[in-house]
């Protein structure tokens, strides 16, 4: 897992980086590398360079852009990664909902506590690694996790699975019907059929609309007008139960 640390405080980053050298220290067995950041705006330009991470720990209060702002920065892009909060201020708890927080930690933090926080997170990184789905294509078989999956679509008797990179796998032929083709995807509490031709990440799904479901990266999918009000109802049951970290 791949942890990124943002506070521009040098008492409290080095603090923090110690509690993570602890961390690692008694979770050996566990793959985890820290990358460290002084502000908000020398991560963002280190994430567009270079990717982003799996987890953020990020301070709310630095100048220039705080930590919410940083995080919403950070969903614009598309980033799925956990969010951990910690501020001395409980004035941003809300606002930390609305970037997704995975969770809002109060400094001086307990070591306790902060390790609670990364056994979770860690615990949820595993699940979502662990998830994946076979694509068979013309010369291979690709493992893709369903968390990279923005939604799939049936064209004629093949499959295009649209990946949150942008990129679009073609599946070789199928048999049958298109939701027996696609039941692994539909095993996935995320997962949703909409219509007889899609199967949409409810996660990925930014608006739904009377005709259209909105999904990161300008994308639409058509929504049955039959369907408008199921397909709302389970977007936001997935986002009322926790969003990805119920997804599995």
Known sequence: MQIALCDDEITNHE?????????KQIHSDRTLSLSS???GKELINHVDEHGGFDLYILDCIMPEMNGIELGAALRMRDDTGFLIYL???PDFALDSYRVDAFDYLLKPVESELFFQSLDKAYRSFSQIMQKTVAIKTTDS???????DIRYAERIDKHID???ADNTVIHSTSFNGSFQNAVSELLSHKRMLLVGSSFVVNLFHVTEVTRSDLLLTGDLRVPVPRRMYETVKKEWADFWLNGGRYYAF
């Open 15 to 23: 603090k923090t980086r110690e509690l993570i050298r602890q961390y």
């Open 37 to 39: 950041f002084a502000s």
């Open 161 to 163: 699975y649209h990946l």
């Open 87 to 89: 501020t001395t201020s």
């Open 141 to 147: 078989i690709r493992m893709i996790p369903i968390t």
